[in-house]
T-cell receptor
Framework: QQQVKQSPQSLIVQKGGISIINCAYENTAFDYFPWYQQFPGKGPALLIAIRPDVSEKKEGRFTISFNKSAKQFSLHIMDSQPGDSATYFCAASQMDSSYKLIFGSGTRLLVRP | DSGVTQTPKHLITATGQRVTLRCSPRSGDLSVYWYQQSLDQGLQFLIQYYNGEERAKGNILERFSAQQFPDLHSELNLSSLELGDSALYFC???????????FGPGTRLTVT
């Protein structure tokens, strides 16, 4: 029940296209859903996060869509650029009890020029 | 740059040895979290400290221990090292008990 399932494992998108990464969770007590971006040799960097009281959050080219009833959330990268090529992790946590982040398995994104 | 610092960047040691990884949180952050990243297990939460006190524990082995000092820096101690302990170890920090977590650059541990 603590798992977060992420798909796809890898994704290849052409420059200018839309990258979509999906995550699903089981624990309905989760109430904080961040996305992290990780470049090789670097630590995960917080990209964008959402709480379940909203269905969508947008920051620049990055959008999180959240479906509480389906227990799913996704990251959309609009106008994908080669510089977006990285590994993306979704995560979930309960902000009022254990604050540990439960991470998805990661998606390796390659944006072709 | 997240403002979280970790030392050393790389560590190579032999099986059975003991190592200490160090983390300094962002200025003003009271919580420190330790995570392990390996190819087979992904990113896994180990332990959290808040203002010097242990707050939450994850899948941390008994051979591993951590502490947070009065100046809020934290150390992760790994003992009786095994080949399977080879991984990236990340420290993250947040302002309060919960909230946005910012990760450091990590320490790559290689056990030979």
């Amino acid at each position: 029940q603590q798992q977060v399932k992420q798909s796809p494992q890898s994704l290849i998108v052409q420059k200018g296209g839309i990258s979509i990464i999906n995550c699903a969770y089981e624990n309905t007590a989760f109430d904080y859903f961040p996305w992290y971006q990780q470049f090789p040799g670097k630590g995960p960097a917080l990209l964008i996060a959402i709480r379940p009281d909203v269905s969508e959050k947008k920051e620049g080219r990055f959008t999180i869509s959240f479906n509480k009833s389906a227990k799913q959330f996704s990251l959309h990268i609009m106008d994908s650029q080669p510089g977006d090529s990285a590994t993306y992790f979704c995560a979930a946590s309960q902000m009022d009890s254990s604050y540990k982040l439960i991470f998805g398995s990661g998606t390796r994104l390659l944006v072709r020029p | 740059d997240s403002g979280v610092t970790q030392t050393p960047k790389h560590l190579i040691t032999a099986t059975g040895q003991r190592v200490t990884l160090r983390c300094s949180p962002r200025s003003g952050d009271l919580s420190v979290y330790w995570y392990q990243q390996s190819l087979d297990q992904g990113l896994q939460f180990l332990i959290q400290y808040y203002n010097g006190e242990e707050r939450a524990k994850g899948n941390i082995l008994e051979r591993f221990s951590a502490q947070q000092f009065p100046d809020l820096h934290s150390e992760l101690n790994l003992s009786s090292l095994e080949l399977g302990d080879s991984a990236l170890y990340f420290c993250a920090s947040s302002v309060d008990v919960g909230g946005e977590q910012y990760f450091g650059p990590g320490t790559r541990l290689t056990v030979t």
